[in-house]
T-cell receptor, first 114, second 117 residues
């Protein structure tokens, strides 16, 4: 069965510092991996995805994520955090064996302090 | 419409009543998903529809929950005999499952906040 773990409920970082939001997954077959963001009082938005190809994927708002097959991880990163990055981040996984069921992690709340 | 729409935006009901939540996906999107987000919690998968295939209902928490998608477009999630634990935000999303630059990305609606008194 598919599963996603986001081990940190909350991540605190100072503006201008690099940030990392962690995600590990478990699927049968090769994974499709996603990051979504939920800003306060706004809907969920797609950030980036890994389907195949380069392990480092770049997405919206300067975010990137690295797919690591041996560690079954897909950590979200940004070189320099902004206060406006403060939001709830969700990692999601879908297996590519034929179904479209997508499992989301519990979410990590990111606080960026000025 | 440009995005996924959901109605109503808020619904307050009494325990034991039935409710219907509606989702209008982006035109042309063949996949449609329903999720539930309880306060402070992550997204819980409920059901998805893909084209004319049988829906994956594996996430529905009980037989009080059902969903249908008519004409490959609009979907309705029905909760019968609502309970207080059903209180949550119900989110709908649609996507192109294959093909195109945005395939597999889910576009979410604003959600319906359900409160069961």
């Amino acid at each position: 069965a598919q599963s996603v773990a986001q081990p940190e409920d909350q991540v605190n970082v100072a503006e201008g510092n690099p940030l990392t939001v962690k995600c590990t997954y478990s699927v049968s077959g090769n994974p499709y991996l996603f990051w979504y963001v939920q800003y306060p009082n706004r809907g969920l938005q797609f950030l980036l995805k890994y389907i195949t190809g380069d392990n480092l994927v770049k997405g919206s708002y300067g975010f990137e994520a690295e797919f690591n097959k041996s560690q079954t991880s897909f950590h979200l990163k940004k070189p320099s955090a902004l206060v406006s990055d403060s939001a709830l981040y969700f990692c999601a996984v879908r297996d590519n064996t034929g179904g479209f069921k997508t499992i989301f992690g519990a979410g990590t709340r990111l606080f960026v302090k000025a | 419409g440009a995005g996924v729409s959901q109605s109503p935006s808020n619904k307050v009901t009494e325990k034991g009543k039935d409710v219907e939540l509606r989702c209008d996906p982006i035109s042309g999107h063949t996949a449609l998903y329903w999720y539930r987000q309880s306060l402070g919690q992550g997204l819980e998968f409920l059901i998805y529809f893909q084209g004319n295939s049988a829906p994956d209902k594996s996430g529905l928490p009980s037989d009080r929950f059902s969903a249908e998608r008519t004409g490959g477009s609009v979907s309705t999630l029905t909760i019968q005999r609502t309970q207080q634990e059903d209180s949550a935000v119900y989110l709908c999303a649609s996507s192109y499952p294959e093909g195109g630059s945005s395939y597999n990305e889910q576009f979410f609606g604003p959600g319906t906040r359900l409160t069961v008194l």
